[in-house]
T-cell receptor
Framework: DAGVIQSPRHEVTEMGQEVTLRCKPI?????LFWYRQTMMRGLELLIY????????DSGMPEDRFSAKMPNASFSTLKIQPSEPRDSAVYFC?????????FGQGTRLTVV | AQSVTQLGSHVSVSEGALVLLRCNYS??????LFWYVQYPNQGLQLLLK??????LVKGINGFEAEFKKSETSFHLTKPSAHMSDAAEYFC????????????FGTGTRLLVSP
């Protein structure tokens, strides 16, 4: 298995634009997590899904953030409109029976 | 709510020296504890986990950690550092058996000098 795949690896966008981050979890994993990593706040759990259903989105910072998981092999995290303070590395992780596996992250820069 | 505290944002050791990275946790119930490693421009990789079995947990790359309930600690150690161990290390805690919500510490960057 190729592991958790995130795209794009890097994204630079202008303030106010819509940004969509994508994640393909490991096949057979029934949990999917979105994390955000910044120098100031470290690693924060934004939202997680179980069997494609959002279970806890209490970490989503604002209504500008939304996440979907239309099927077991794909999830998106959307920011609309984006702001400079959204600049961070966004990680997707999936979990099967035991440990969580992380993708390589998307480095988002909002200018 | 559960939390972890990692003492020292940076730890420097010489190659061959003992590595000790500190983690203290706060949890209202018996916790599940994890150490992850992050290499530059990479995602997080699980080093080891404690899930209420043996208190001394061995992980990959020669790392181990000991769960000490009396000290609420889960420190990570390695007898002899290698240059390739230079990375950022994160301690994490979860109170639920499904590990749904991992709460991470702020991380410790390990620097290894020749």
């Amino acid at each position: 298995d190729a592991g958790v795949i995130q795209s794009p690896r890097h994204e630079v966008t202008e303030m106010g634009q819509e940004v969509t981050l994508r994640c393909k979890p490991i096949s057979g994993h029934d949990y999917l997590f979105w994390y955000r990593q910044t120098m100031m706040r470290g690693l924060e759990l934004l939202i997680y899904f179980n069997n494609n259903v959002p279970i806890d989105d209490s970490g989503m910072p604002e209504d500008r953030f939304s996440a979907k998981m239309p099927n077991a092999s794909f999830s998106t995290l959307k920011i609309q409109p984006s702001e400079p303070r959204d600049s961070a590395v966004y990680f997707c992780a999936s979990r099967g029976f035991t440990e969580a596996f992380f993708g390589q992250g998307t480095r988002l820069t909002v200018v | 709510a559960q939390s972890v505290t990692q003492l020292g944002s940076h730890v420097s050791v010489s190659e061959g020296a003992l590595v000790l990275l500190r983690c203290n946790y706060s949890s209202s119930v018996p916790p599940y504890l994890f150490w992850y490693v992050q290499y530059p421009n990479q995602g997080l990789q699980l080093l080891l986990k404690y899930t209420s079995a043996a208190t001394l947990v061995k992980g990959i790359n020669g790392f181990e950690a000991e769960f000490k309930k009396s000290e609420t600690s889960f420190h990570l150690t390695k007898p002899s550092a290698h240059m390739s161990d230079a990375a950022e290390y994160f301690c994490a805690v979860s109170e639920d058996t499904g590990f749904q919500k991992l709460v991470f510490g702020t991380g410790t960057r390990l620097l290894v000098s020749p």
